[in-house]
């Protein structure tokens, strides 16, 4: 079933709350998934299932600086699609992958910003864009968002 980004931001307070913490790593190692850092060229990172077991691929090619959007947003495959195979998805069939790609975004950026907002981020000092570029944020999720987080 499809979810609009207000039910997305409100899985991921809920799922902060009931680990507590924002850490994108943390957070999948408490959800039982694996974390796998792979010398991949074609991809920043994807999610695998394979007999139960979770993985979380993430490129060694990838930006430093963009690790915690890349954990992220597999953390929202894996939890927000569980039942599919999203490398399966977007390599090897023409089923239209945007929907989830779309909720994986926003559901890596409200964690990301819950995790900078308890940092003690205050967003009236750098946009949301500045914010959104420096840890590899697609901008059309930023605009996506800016309709609740009128803070931003
Ligand atoms: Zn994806």
């Given at each position: 079933m499809p979810m609009n980004n207000t039910a997305i931001r409100q899985y991921v307070q809920e799922l902060i709350e009931k680990h507590n913490t924002c850490s994108p790593f943390q957070l999948a190692e408490l959800c039982g998934i694996q974390l796998v850092y792979a010398p991949i060229k074609s991809l920043q990172g994807y999610y695998i299932k394979s007999s139960r077991i979770k993985i979380i691929v993430i490129s060694t090619e990838a930006d430093d600086a963009h690790l915690g959007y890349i954990c992220a947003h597999e953390l929202g495959h894996a939890l927000l699609h569980d039942k599919i195979n999203m490398h399966y998805l977007t390599?090897?069939?023409?089923?239209?992958a945007g929907r989830y790609e779309r909720e994986a975004d926003v559901f890596a950026t409200e964690l990301m910003l819950a995790g900078s907002m308890e940092a003690g981020c205050h967003y009236e000092d750098f946009s949301i864009y500045d914010f959104m570029r420096s840890n590899g944020i697609p901008e059309k999720v930023a605009e996506a968002l800016s309709t609740y987080h009128t803070n931003l």
């Open positions: 390599t090897k069939s023409y089923f239209p």
